[in-house]
């Protein structure tokens, strides 16, 4: 129901952060969670993080306690807070609206150098 554009991908060195962002083109108050998947080559999308209008949750493992989302509805915006990065979590980034059903970004790449 919204076009949703990610930025903020880029190369970062392991132990890193880095703050994807997520620009919806319509309102996302209409959305009860917004969220970050991911897909790495080889591997099926994974929810790595959501957030409601009222909390944060990390869903994927190894993401936990690291990652968190979070959304400015008035500026129509959702972001992850990525710390603390690992090699491992070298991946397409992709923002979605109510786990897919409201829209899915065409992703941004984040690559962890060693």
């Known amino acids: 129901q919204v076009q949703l554009v990610e930025s903020g991908g880029g190369l970062v060195q392991a132990g890193g952060s880095l703050r994807l962002s997520c620009a919806a083109s319509?309102?996302?108050?209409?959305?009860?969670?917004m969220g970050w998947y991911r897909q790495a080559p080889g591997k099926q999308r994974e929810l790595v993080a959501a957030?409601?209008?009222?909390?944060?949750?990390a869903m994927e493992g190894s993401a936990k306690g690291r990652f968190t989302a979070s959304r400015d509805n008035a500026k129509n915006m959702v972001y992850l807070q990525m710390n603390s990065l690992k090699p491992e979590d070298t991946a397409v980034y992709y923002c979605?609206?109510?786990?897919?059903?409201?829209?899915w970004g065409k992703g941004t790449l984040v690559t962890v150098s060693s």
């Open positions: 319509g309102s996302i108050s209409q959305f009860n969670s």
């Open positions: 979605a609206a109510e786990g897919g059903a409201g829209g």
């Open positions: 957030v409601t209008d009222g909390a944060s949750v």
